[in-house]
């Protein structure tokens, strides 16, 4: 992923739109994985969120569902961190 600030778009079940900046990307055992926060506001800090790509071949666009499998979320929160402290280094 580029330096620059890449920020996606999500309707929700109730077809409000969200918007997310993408702090980085993860592929593991062929699954995509974002770690997103929410656009912040000067007044609050953003929430991060790890989201997990569900879509098939067949979808037109890539289908994400927020990580809640507690196992799951700690194996991928932990590479996060890693590649978000490599990340920093290298700056």
Not at 11 to 23: L, R, S, Y
Not at 34 to 57: C, F, N, P, Y
Request: net charge negative; glycine share 2%.
């Amino acid at each position: 992923m580029d330096k620059k600030d890449e920020f996606i778009t999500f309707t929700t079940e109730d077809g409000e739109e969200v918007c997310f900046e993408v702090i980085e990307q993860t592929r593991l055992n062929g699954v995509n994985y974002l770690l997103v926060a929410e656009s912040e506001t000067e007044e609050e800090e953003a929430d991060a969120l790890i989201l997990k790509d569900v879509s098939s071949e067949d979808d037109p666009e890539a289908i994400y569902e927020i990580v809640e499998n507690d196992e799951e979320l700690s194996l991928i929160a932990s590479i996060f961190e890693e590649l978000i402290d490599d990340m920093e280094l290298q700056e």
